[in-house]
């Protein structure tokens, strides 16, 4: 597609005419790429020609003007724009400087451009244009925009958008009996529906009601008196600063500064549209306090989990080397009480103190230990053991191993169990190597 358009005009990503209406994002999108290529941006009243599906003013003459035979209803950024014939004489007589000197400079405007301009000065505070400049920046004689228009009887017809005041119909009698609140914005939302279905916009009287300002008007519907189209100089020059006037002569533009991105606050905030945040109640401060504190225990709970990583990861075992009291502290016989804390037993006989490791050597139970029978007995498989260890019954493959012992320097029984002594099957001894028994 290409960027000049044949009028001069930079139509850079936008389709030609004819093209539908286009909304903020597009818009948005436009201006962000004319601004990289350093194109002309789009003025105000060309972005309200592209919202209200009409052709810009510099596309006059390229195929860009609107069917006349079947256009559907005015835009409602238009419908509060005075037909030329019958303009308001006495809504102002006198062209403003700024005016003259648009006229002088020869500049073609359209209605969609003039609508485009009372939006800005309803923005910017400054007073709207009046019938006369209207009609002068269409290119009509202003003798002929200051004459007044004969009353024109239309009992029969439907209300048309030029009518400064009327009666007020049915559904905005409703309305306003309902005690609806309207808005500006809400009432710019009407005017456009009925511009799309070709409905007849609301006229002065009928906005002034929706907004408030004028009670009594409700008490008259359409159907109940004929409508008369009042002469243009009836119109009372206060009226283009009332409210109703502003919405009936307003429309919302947007204009971008810079490249930001669509969807974003600063998108908004360059097209006037305002940022509207969460209310800084007490319950959202309370919401919010409640998000950052879970934010913050995650964070130090990940922290913690971070640093533990770096400490070793230890394990705590029973110490394989331990006292077990004096050899005088030990009879003849098996005794069993380190069974539970080191599993060992200490064997006495006449001759010898040992010290029997408690794991079966079948597959490492630990056996118990039966008075009765004087022989230890394994609960998983049967294995037995006599009193010394020496298997003699069961699976178990050879007799019980026993651990190292030695006399300390306080005279103390020292056991360790990291050294253990067996009598392997079919092999020679170790039970009577030095460390494996004590001396009685």
């Known amino acids: 597609m290409a960027d000049e358009s044949a009028n001069g005009g930079v139509l850079g990503h936008l389709p030609p005419w004819p093209r ?8 948005a999108m436009e201006q962000a790429y004319r601004q990289r290529k350093g194109l002309p941006l789009l003025s105000d009243a060309d972005i309200e020609a592209l919202k209200a599906g009409q052709p810009m003013a510099w596309e006059s ?10 256009s559907p209803a005015p835009p409602p950024v238009a419908a509060s ?13 006198t062209l403003s400087e700024e005016v003259t000197k648009w006229v002088a400079e020869g500049r073609k405007w359209s209605k969609s451009t003039i609508a485009a301009e009372q939006a800005r000065r309803a923005r910017k505070g400054l007073p709207a244009l009046n019938d006369v400049e209207i009609a002068a920046l269409l290119g009509e004689p202003v003798a002929e925009a200051a ?8 009992a029969a017809s439907t209300p048309t958008p030029a009518a400064a005041s009327g009666p007020i119909s049915t559904d905005v009698a409703k309305w306003v009996a309902e005690g609806r609140k309207w808005s500006k914005s809400t009432i710019a939302a009407e005017q456009a529906r009925r511009g799309r279905k070709g409905l ?15 009670a009594a008007a409700v008490a008259t519907p359409a159907a109940s008196a004929p409508v008369t189209a009042a002469p243009a ?30 969807g974003t606050s600063r998108a908004a905030k360059a097209g006037g549209v305002a940022s509207i945040g969460p209310e800084d109640n007490e319950v959202n401060q309370q919401r919010r306090r409640l998000v950052w504190s879970a934010v913050a225990a995650f964070l130090v ?13 230890t394990l705590f075992e029973p110490a ?8 005088e502290e030990y009879g003849l016989g098996v005794d069993t009480k380190f069974q539970q804390k080191y599993r060992i037993w200490v064997d006495r006989t006449p001759d010898r103190i040992f010290v029997i490791y408690a794991r079966c050597t079948h597959l490492g139970c630990t056996p118990d230990w039966k008075p009765s029978e004087n022989k230890f007995k394994c609960p998983c498989h049967g294995s037995g053991y006599d009193s010394e260890g020496i298997n003699f019954e069961g699976p178990a493959p050879r007799p019980m191993d026993r651990a190292k012992v030695e006399i300390a320097p306080d005279g103390q029984i020292l056991v360790d169990v990291s050294r253990l002594y067996q009598w392997p099957k079919g092999q020679p001894t170790q039970f009577n190597d030095d460390g494996a028994f004590l001396r009685a």
């Not at 007849?200 to 004028?214: F, H, Q, R, S, V």
């Not at 119109?235 to 919302?252: E, K, L, M, Y």
């Not at 913690?304 to 990861?313: E, G, N």
């Open 20 to 27: 539908n209406a286009l909304n903020n994002s597009v818009i």
């Open 200 to 214: 007849p916009t609301l006229n002065d009287a009928e906005i002034a009601a929706l907004l408030g300002e004028l």
């Open 61 to 70: 003459g390229n195929g860009g003007t609107a069917p006349a035979a079947a």
């Open 81 to 93: 724009v005075p037909p030329v014939a019958a303009p308001a004489a006495t809504a102002g007589t």
């Open 301 to 313: 709970a990940w922290f913690l989990a971070f640093f533990r990583f770096f400490l070793p990861r």
């Open 320 to 327: 394989t080397s331990f006292k077990i009291g004096y050899p």
């Open 233 to 262: 100089a009836a119109r009372p020059a206060a009226a283009t600063a009332s409210a109703a006037a502003s919405v009936s002569r307003s429309g919302v533009s947007t204009s971008y500064v810079g490249t930001p991105a669509v």
């Open 147 to 154: 004459a007044p228009a004969p009353p024109v009887p239309t």
